[in-house]
């Protein structure tokens, strides 16, 4: 294969058979290089009479397909999951059993983690071969901390003594009850949220829990 180059431009004229080329000023005629493709067409120079693939402009183009794959992977994810949430929330207006919308929030965010991560380890890789290993995948480590809880799963994590005492306090200490009212009033507890840390506090100060159990209740769900 002959290519026709334009030297000014410094990019990829057409294609030609030697026998046939008519000069141009600007332009040469060159063989291509070894292993060359279409999609290298923007990493090729001229140089010393003749065209090579210049590594470095071959290698950024391999990393911006592949990072372009990986958001289109993720953002296929992220897609495939819509459907769950919206059963999610049906089968919480109904008070039924199954995921929560906090559970699949979570799993977006990792997909997107993942992605990021992803994209990092391509844009570090050394050469082509190291760019196409990259898989794309999520791992535990793309999870992240599960700081919002349904109001039952934030309950549970207190021992029937302690839900028993509490109830009692509420009766006759009105900052108790605020507590429980604040809780009662919403479906999801966010654990990062400023009333959920002090009501959590309150509670222990008051000696409803144990010393040191709001830092445990209070704690990201891994």
Do not use: H
Request: hydrophobic share 50%; charged share 25%.
């Amino acid at each position: 294969m002959y290519i026709l180059f334009d030297l000014a431009n410094q990019k990829v004229a057409g294609q030609a058979a030697a026998a046939d080329y008519v000069p141009v000023a600007g332009q040469v005629i060159a063989p291509a290089p070894a292993g060359y493709t279409e999609a290298d067409a923007d990493a090729l120079v001229y140089e010393e009479g003749e065209l090579r693939i210049d590594a470095a402009a071959r290698l950024t183009r391999l990393k911006q397909q592949r990072i372009a794959e990986v958001k289109q992977q993720a953002a296929a994810a992220i897609e495939a999951l819509s459907w769950r949430l919206e059963r999610a929330r049906e089968r919480a207006m109904l008070g039924l059993p199954g995921e929560t919308e906090a559970q699949l929030w979570r799993e977006r965010e990792a997909i997107r983690r993942a992605s990021d991560r992803v994209e990092g380890e391509i844009d570090a890789a050394a050469d082509g071969a190291s760019v196409a290993a990259v898989p794309f995948a999520v791992t535990v480590e793309d999870q992240p901390p599960l700081q919002a809880l349904a109001r039952i799963d934030l309950l549970r994590r207190f021992t029937a003594a302690e839900m028993t005492a509490i109830q009692q306090a509420a009766t006759s200490n009105p900052a108790i009850g605020v507590v429980l009212m604040l809780w009662q009033a919403v479906s999801v507890v966010y654990l990062t949220a400023p009333e959920t840390i002090a009501g959590v506090q309150a509670l222990e100060a008051a000696g409803l829990i144990g010393e040191g159990r709001a830092s445990e209740i209070l704690a990201a769900a891994p």
